[in-house]
């Protein structure tokens, strides 16, 4: 049973659904949601053709952690009870992968985590998250970790090394087939002649004052340079589109928009100057893409795509952002050493290799 409920595990567990449904000699696979997010889950189910066997239904305005872990610990438990899974495959870093591994563990079936290892080792950065990985693990008996450093954060908590598997990232799955040369889009014609920077925010810590002082430092840099316009698709939680809205509401080269879909968002991604964000999935996206990124954080779990040279870590202070976002604009020599398309991520083939390790007898 594949159990997932955001937009980001959606987009990372319906490549690995359509493998395993793909091979039913081997899988039943079941798909359970919890409905964490409602329209963000139900776009990403929509355009993998993943229709799920459970839906728990739990998204409520303004929910908080407590509302999340206890409406997901509570109903996972009837579900698995009522389907008895032989192995429950969770994904990454929310709290739906936390309580769903952690009513799995109280059962006593095997849970497999998907994007294993990461680690920044502050818990509270990113926030409530890398609690949540770091306590899937513990309860987690297979290790499906994207990358050799994300073995070796496992390593280092003495995980057996018989139970990790490197995978490369599932999300780069979906990459390798949304791309497109010929792709087009009213707002891409709109942003056509300049710069496009692309911006996403939402990270639970940031919300409030940091948030604010991230969107004021993007407004100010773009409105000292007038060939640069700007795509906020924006995330639906109110206090995030509150935020946007007092900051940014009135600037005509920035264009806040729904949430995309995800084959349209990894288009504009391609079609991107640069990116400014607080997400996860986009510092592994974006170096596949070589689209410089500048991570809106004080920490990152994805140490690879610094490495690389596509990510720099620049914090939510509002000088810092506007320093470092006006020298990646200004500086061709900065731009580039940024630009160069990597994959620390993978080759885009990590789901049939999960699925080859439980085939070949790692439930044993
Ligand atoms: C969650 C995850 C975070 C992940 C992010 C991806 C937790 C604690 N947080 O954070 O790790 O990076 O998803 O986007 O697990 N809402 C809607 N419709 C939707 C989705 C959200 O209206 O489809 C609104 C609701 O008011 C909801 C609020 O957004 O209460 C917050 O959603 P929630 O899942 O609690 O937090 P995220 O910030 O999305
Ligand atoms: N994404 C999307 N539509 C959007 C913005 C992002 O499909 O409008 C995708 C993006 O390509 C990436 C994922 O959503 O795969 C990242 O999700 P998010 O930033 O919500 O969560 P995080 O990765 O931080 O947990």
């Known amino acids: 049973m594949l159990v997932f409920g955001t937009r980001p595990e959606a987009i990372k567990m319906c490549p ?3 493998e395993l449904k793909g091979r039913p000699e081997e899988f039943d696979a079941v798909v359970c949601v919890t409905g964490q997010h409602r329209e963000m889950l139900d776009q990403v189910l929509r355009v993998f053709d993943v229709r799920p066997d459970h839906d728990l239904a739990i998204m409520k305005p303004g929910q908080t952690l407590f509302d999340i872990t206890s409406d997901v610990l509570l109903n996972m438990r009837k579900v698995f009870e009522h389907e008895e899974p032989d192995v429950v495959l969770v994904h990454g ?3 739906t992968s936390f309580a769903a591994a952690l009513a799995a563990f109280y059962l006593r079936i095997p849970v497999g985590h998907v994007e294993a ?3 920044t080792r502050d818990l509270c950065s990113p926030w409530p998250e890398e609690f949540n ?3 899937v693990d513990v309860v987690s008996r297979w290790y499906f970790a994207p990358t050799e450093t994300s073995r070796q954060n496992l390593l280092d908590e003495a995980k057996s090394d018989d139970r990790i598997f490197v995978t490369g990232n599932t999300g780069i799955d979906a990459l390798r087939t949304t791309v497109r040369d010929d792709y087009r889009h009213p707002d891409l014609e709109w942003a ?3 710069r496009l920077i692309l911006v996403t925010a939402h990270r639970r810590e940031n919300l409030g004052e940091p948030m604010k002082r991230m969107f004021r430092a993007i407004r100010r840099v773009m409105e000292e340079r007038p060939d640069t316009k700007a795509i906020y698709p924006i995330h639906l939680n109110p206090q995030v589109r509150k935020a946007a809205h007092e900051e940014l509401d009135g600037f005509g080269r920035l264009r806040i928009v729904d949430p995309l879909e995800v084959a349209d968002f990894h288009n504009f991604m391609a079609a991107s100057h640069l990116i400014l964000t607080d997400s996860g999935g986009i510092q592994e996206e ?3 893409l070589g689209k410089p990124v500048l991570v ?5 779990e994805r140490p690879e795509g ?4 596509t990510l720099r870590l620049v914090g939510t202070q509002e000088e810092v952002i506007h320093r470092e976002f006006s020298r990646l604009l200004d500086d061709p020599a900065e731009y580039e050493a940024m630009s160069h398309a990597s994959n620390p991520y993978g080759d885009g083939r990590a789901s049939s290799r999960i699925a080859n390790v439980l085939s070949r007898g790692a439930l044993a």
């Open 16 to 18: 690995l659904v359509n």
């Open 93 to 95: 870093d929310t709290t």
């Open 117 to 119: 290892g990461l680690r």
């Open 133 to 135: 990985r770091q306590a």
């Open 192 to 194: 056509s002649d300049s």
């Open 286 to 288: 974006a170096p596949s």
């Open 296 to 300: 809106m954080r004080d920490t990152t």
């Open 306 to 309: 610094v490495a690389a040279g």
